[in-house]
């Protein structure tokens, strides 16, 4: 124990010398001891050396103990040394202030010297183990840092390959397997979107993998480089199938601004763990590669074929000089089409190794290799020459000539030879320029931007049309085509995975195509096998295509066949713009034309018409006022201009457009928009003059202006609102449909909020809200709007009287007016709309239109809207009044003691069942139910009445309709209990309000008695 305190300092703080020189007897053999006879000396003490404990008396003059732990306790740093009160004696509160100040521990007096020495030796002691803890965790932190990649949060490299061979050491054969993967077209992503994007897309991907939920978990999981991970997986728990769903569950869960990645993996079965592990990664890494630029496959298991084709690749090496001097290494074409007219516009050169034998190697076999080792310049140098002497060969024998085109390696670009090269070789064969095109591949934008746009610069200088290949593929960058002004970008239809085409992939196709052909450059897509590749091509506009769908790579003599058989055609044709305006310049930001474009004082823009759509590419400021739309800026990019037309006027503006592209001048008209997406009822109607500016075959460039005139249009459609109401109020046989029709076209004209009409009550004291139509999503306040009094509208009468319709905002009100302001604001009502309603030239209620969007102060017009209600309102109370009376006499019929019964008669002449009024005394004469009565009539009127008796019943009734006089006769009815009844009977025809025909009938029971009587008597049955 001793060595851990030794070389410790005490300092030792109290007023009374001996008892610091007992201190010192106590301890001075294992600590150095210091003095301090108060606070202050003891605080000039800590803050001048180090102090490893503090033994402090309390009762100290000028500075006592307890000030002193209140200086030290403020100190951050002052307050870790460890401080032990010595006292003579202490009460509790004072002991409770001293522990609650820090102090470790303190001992009483009188001292035992043994027992203080151990006390203290323990304290620091204890302390010291504190700090070794605390060291050894922070080196523990520390080495996880060291560990972990910064980026993602897994285990680095060197971590990985310490950590799994710790757990190899003791596993058994076989029972870990190695998972290596990447992600295709990550550095195409970094490109476009960022490496900071890179790297959030990264920490994602190690985020997922860190989770605990995860039906496969990796043992040790590890971003080995770039987008390189490894992973070790028990081989008991993996399944592959399940391993690739992870992979594409983490991919497609991870946020990726819309863009599609493809994993790829190399597995290893780690059948002896004593090999060293980068070796068993570089095994992992043969199996990935394997799965390189085959669509489809996702992973390879590592196999020892593998490293056959390594010692293949040695051979290829050995032999490729020989090669080279006997002339193996051959010159394919494969045709490139026009598939607008079918013509054969050119071909792309490639090469392969066909050996003495016969044997054929394709380029992915021998090319990478020749890049790596440099010999890729005396491979493309040949075949450039061999292009050479074709198109020479072809010029003498007075043919057609069309370009071919020839690839260019970046490791070629670096070459200080390769411009005199490439130079020298038409030349040497004067053969022109522009009829050898060069193909940059994919790979030379990965190096310097620079000094590839200064080498394109100068070959397009001398003629030669150049190419960027394999555009969108993951390797070329879309930031460099402004700065390489290359003619031509090539895109391979194997973005599309699994030979399937994807929603991403299309997109991403179409959206280079486009940005191509507005920045003046051809589009050529190879790689087309499929009648789906080409329709989808050419929906798009894409007509420039390569591809075994129309063509393998041939031999020479098979092209100058081919060549003979085919149409030509040699000039490929890029977007056309109108005279005078130059392309660059007008997408230009820092032009005049997009000065002139942007501080135009209407609303302007650039349409962009194709396919039937017509999308916005370019709009200034004040495009987006004219359409008054709460689009986000963003938003109306790139959005079709035909799904905001309202579909009668789409017609119309396709007939405009396609008569601007035909004639080549400017044509103007109107439309109705739809584009506040969030509030569909809000419409706008645009004016605009089109022209357009740039034009392909199947792609048009349109500048157009516009104007807002919707309040020209709106005072036509008011106009003819009220003519078409008013006959509509006319034809409808309910008032109070009537009504509310009124209302909802009253709201949707003015596209307010609420529509509600007010009726006063009779002492013109209060008014109250009788009818209410809501827009959608507004809550109804019908039931707040009651009893109002008089004063809720006093502002109104004497206005209404003079203006007839009163336009009201409730912000402009002023201070005298500043109840009525609060009423508004309470009920959310923004503006108002006020139509007096008329009864006998005094008003008798009103209707208020609130927060109407379209609140126009001449609302002159509308004042008719007020006549149209009250002259509804008055027909409803002539109905209620009608109604009224008719229930009065229902209740009378249904008091009458006698059966009665009405029954309308149609212009036939025939009972109608419809509407038939039976009271209970009749009910209860022939002892049936009202339904079963009914059920009767709708069958057969006269079905319940004796068949001797229907004869003469009909002519009574005829007589009845004829005469309009009251019938009388007897007649039987069978009754519901199965038995005859005899009744007097009298029949009256009345008409109703509307001039409909009613039978009435009267009934009284008699008896068969009377009834044989009156028979003898008058013979009434006859």
């Known amino acids: 124990m001793t060595s851990v305190v030794e070389n410790r300092t005490i300092l030792v703080v109290d007023d009374e010398k001996i008892n610091r020189q007992q201190m010192i007897s106590v301890f001075s053999e294992e600590y150095i001891i210091l003095e301090a006879e108060n606070g202050f000396i003891a605080l000039e003490i800590l803050n001048s050396m180090k102090v490893d404990a503090v033994l402090l008396d309390l009762d100290m003059p000028g500075m006592n103990g307890l000030q002193f732990l209140d200086v030290v306790s403020d100190d951050k740093e002052l307050e870790k040394i460890p401080i032990i009160v010595v006292a003579d004696s202490i009460n509790e509160d004072d002991l409770i202030k001293v522990m609650a100040k820090g102090v470790i521990d303190v001992i009483m007096k009188p001292l035992n010297d043994q027992l203080m020495r151990l006390r203290i030796r323990n304290i620091l002691s204890r302390i010291e183990l504190l700090k070794r803890a605390e060291r050894a965790d922070e080196t523990e932190k520390e080495l996880r840092r060291s560990e972990m990649d910064p980026v993602s949060g897994l285990f680095n490299r060197n971590a990985f390959i310490r950590h799994t061979e710790l757990l190899l050491s003791k596993a058994q054969p076989n029972q870990y397997i190695l998972v290596r993967w990447d992600i295709d077209n990550f550095k195409l992503y970094n490109e476009v979107f960022s490496s900071s994007s890179g790297d959030e897309y990264l920490r994602q991907i190690g985020d997922y ?80 590669k394997s799965t390189k630029n085959r669509y489809g496959v996702e992973y390879k298991w590592f196999v020892p074929s593998l490293w056959v084709t390594l010692k293949q690749e040695h051979k290829i090496v050995a032999e490729m000089e020989e090669a080279l001097l006997n002339d193996e290494f051959k010159a394919y074409f494969q045709p490139q089409y026009n598939i607008s007219n079918g013509k054969l516009i050119g071909a792309e050169v490639l090469v392969r190794w066909v050996k003495e034998n016969g044997q054929m190697l394709l380029p992915n076999s ?131 995975s699994d030979k399937k085409m994807t929603q991403r ?50 031999t020479v003599e098979e092209y100058e066949l081919l060549l003979s058989q085919e149409n030509h055609d040699s000039i490929l044709t890029s977007m056309e713009t109108i005279e005078g305006m130059d392309r660059g310049q007008f997408w230009n930001p820092s032009s005049i034309e997009t000065l002139l474009f942007s501080s135009y004082v209407g609303g302007a823009c650039v349409l962009e018409y ?49 008569s601007c592209i035909n004639l080549g001048d400017s044509r103007k008209g109107v439309c109705h928009i739809f584009f506040n997406h969030e509030t569909p009822t809000h419409n706008e109607y645009i004016r605009y003059k089109a022209r357009v500016i740039a034009k392909t075959d199947t792609y048009a460039l349109c500048y157009v202006l516009v ?17 078409e109401l008013s006959g509509r109020m006319l034809s409808e046989a309910d008032p109070e449909t009537a009504l509310t029709n009124v209302m909802t076209e009253i709201m949707n004209y003015c596209e307010g909020k609420i529509v509600h009409t007010y009726v006063f009550d009779k002492t013109r004291k209060h008014l109250n809200c009788e009818y209410e139509i809501c827009a959608p999503n507004v809550p109804p306040l019908i039931d707040q709007l009651q009893d109002l009094p008089i004063d809720y509208v006093e502002y109104w009468i004497p206005k209404l009287r003079d203006m007839e319709v009163l336009t009201i905002t409730t912000s402009e009100l002023d201070e ?52 149209y209600v009250s002259f509804l309102l008055a027909r409803r109370d002539l109905e209620r009044k009608v109604k009224f009376e008719n ?76 005469t309009r006089q009251t019938c009388p006769i007897k007649m039987r009815f069978f009754a519901g209990d199965d038995n005859y009844l005899t009744t007097q009977t009298y029949y009256h025809i009345s008409e109703d309000d509307k001039g409909n025909l009613m039978l009435n009938g009267y009934f009284i029971e008699i008896s068969d008695k009377e009834a044989k009587e009156d028979e003898e008597e008058n013979g009434i049955y006859d």
């Open 209 to 288: 993998w860190s989770s605990k939920d995860l039906e496969i978990k990796p043992v040790i999981a590890c971003r080995f480089d770039a987008d390189h991970f490894i992973f070790l997986v028990e081989e008991k728990s993996f399944d592959i199938t399940k391993m690739c769903e992870s992979l594409i569950d983490c991919l497609e869960n991870v946020k990726t601004s819309a863009f599609e990645f493809v994993p790829r993996m190399g597995l290893y079965l780690i059948d002896d763990p004593t090999l060293d592990i980068t070796l068993m990664c570089d095994c992992a890494l043969l199996a990935l």
């Open 366 to 496: 021998f090319i990478p290799l020749f890049e790596k080792n440099g010999f890729v310049f005396e491979l493309d140098r040949s075949i450039w020459e061999k292009a050479c002497i074709f198109q020479r060969k072809q010029l003498d024998l007075g043919k057609e000539v069309i370009p071919v085109s020839v690839n260019v390696s970046r490791y070629d670009l670096v070459r200080e030879e390769f411009l005199d090269t490439i130079i020298a070789l038409p030349k040497k064969y004067d053969v022109p320029f522009n009829l050898i095109n060069l193909e940059i591949t994919e790979s030379a934008f990965s190096s310097s931007v620079s000094h590839i746009v200064e080498i394109v610069d100068k070959l397009r200088e001398v003629g030669f049309l150049v190419e960027v290949d394999d555009f969108g593929s993951g390797y070329s960058s879309f930031s460099t085509l402004k700065d390489v002004s290359a003619g031509v970008i090539k895109i391979d239809m194997h973005f599309f």
């Open 505 to 554: 992939g299309g997109t991403i196709i179409e959206s280079i195509v486009r940005m191509a052909k507005w920045l003046g450059m051809l589009v050529i897509a190879e790689g087309v096998e499929t009648k789906m590749h080409v329709s989808f091509l050419q929906s798009i506009g894409c007509n420039y295509v390569q591809g075994f769908f129309f063509g393998k790579p041939m």
């Open 610 to 658: 194709h396919d039937n759509k017509l999308e916005i590419l370019r709009m200034n400021k004040s495009f987006k006022e004219v359409l008054n739309t709460n689009h986000a800026w963003d938003a109306l990019m790139g959005y079709d201009v035909f799904d905001a037309v309202d579909p009668s006027y789409r017609e119309e503006l396709t007939e405009i457009v396609n």
């Open 707 to 723: 104007d807002n005139v919707s309040s020209q249009v709106r005072a036509e459609q008011q106009n003819r609102m009220l003519i």
């Open 816 to 867: 005298s007016r500043e109840a009525e302001k609060l009423r508004y604001e309470r009920f959310g009502i923004e503006s108002l709309i006020v139509m007096p309603l008329h009864k006998k030239d005094d008003i008798f209620g009103i209707m208020t239109v609130e927060s109407p969007k379209q609140l126009n102060k001449n609302n002159k017009n509308l004042e008719a809207l007020g006549d």
């Open 887 to 962: 229930s009065q006499l229902m209740s009378l019929i249904e008091k009458t003691p006698i059966g009665f019964t009405r029954v309308p008669v149609n212009r036939e002449r025939r009972f109608d069942p419809a509407n038939v009024i039976i009271n209970d005394s009749f009910c209860s004469m022939i002892k049936m139910t009202r339904q079963e009565i009914l059920d009767y009539y709708i069958k057969e009127p006269y079905l319940r009445v004796h068949p001797d008796d229907i004869p003469n019943v009909a002519l009574l009734i005829k007589k009845a309709i004829q």
